[in-house]
C-alpha cells in the first residue's frame, strides 16, 4: 500500500485525507507548523504528526505528498517533494504564478514524477451530467454562460488569504479557478479572460469580490462573479453549505444550469418546452475530491486521465492574467 504524507492541516485537507484513505493510500503523516493541527488531523488517520515538509519527508518513506497550503508555498514544497522522487498532489492553484507552475511541471517531467492539481469540481455528478447533455448535440450551440462562486468566508486569524502576498491576490486567485477549468471543460478553450475586483468588507487581503468576462475560441461569451463577501440567506453558513456555485450555459436550442453548492442539481431546458427539466444530484461534497485523487491515481499508474498538467497550468495562467 502507497504511503502518503499531507501537507497542511487546514480546511482543505481533512478532504484531500479522507479521499487519499478511500483510494486504497494510507495516511501515515500530517504536516503543518501549527503543529496541534497536524496532531489532530494526524489522529483520525492514525499518523504521525510534524512541524514541517522536511521533517516529515525526513522522518517517513512516502510514495505520495498531498500539499494543502498557501498558495505561496506550492513551489518550494512541490520542488522539495519531487527531489526526493515523490510523486506531489497539489490544491489548486498548481501554484502562485505561471512561472512557477510551470517550473513544477517541468521539474517533475525531468524526474520522471507526476504532478496531480485537486481540480475537484470535473467530478461533480451535476457538472459530469452537464457534460454528457452538451456533448450529445441536443442544445445546439453555446452562446452566452453565467458561473458564479459566492459566500461569506470565514477567515481564521491564522488564514493565509488574510495576506494577499501569500495567497497571489484575493477571492478571485482564491477560487476562480474552480469555474475556470470547469468552464473549459464544459465549453472548450477560452480565448481571453479579463476581470476586475472591488473590496469591501471580508477580512480577505486583497479584493473580495470580482467580475469577469471572457470569450471562448468557439465564440460564447461569458461571465462570472466571484465573492467572498456575499450576504444572503445561509451565507454565514460554512463552506460549502453555505456557498452558492453554479453554471447556466444559453445554447442556440436551449440551456442547462448546474449547482454544486450549497446542493447539486441540473435543470435542462429544450426549445418549445414549457419549463425546466431538474435531476437531483446532490452529494457529500467529499465525493468531488474522490473523483480528482482517483484521477491522479490513474495517471500514476500512466493510464489517461482528466486533468492533465497543461490544463492545470492554462487554469493558472487565465486566473493570474485575467486581473493583470
Known sequence: MDRVGICGAGRISGFHASAFQRAGLEVVAVADPRLEAAAALATVYGAKPYSGLGEMLDAEQLEVVSIATPHHLHL???????????DVFVDKPLALTPRDGAAILDRARSLGRVVGINHNLLFHPAVIRAREILDTGILGTVVSIDAWSLGWLDIAPWDFRRDSAMAGGGAWFDAAPHLIYTLAALAGPFERLDAWGATGPSRVGGEDSSVAIGRFESGAVVSLRVSYAYSAPASDLPWPAGWRQGIELNATEG???????PTGGLDTYHVGDPHWTHEDLDVDFGVTFDGAVDDFARRRQGAAATVSPAASLRTLELAYNAMK
Open 76 to 86: 518550494p514544497q512541490a520542488m522539495m517533494a519531487l527531489d526526493r522522487g515523490v
Open 255 to 261: 440551456a442547462v444550469r448546474l449547482t454544486v453548492t
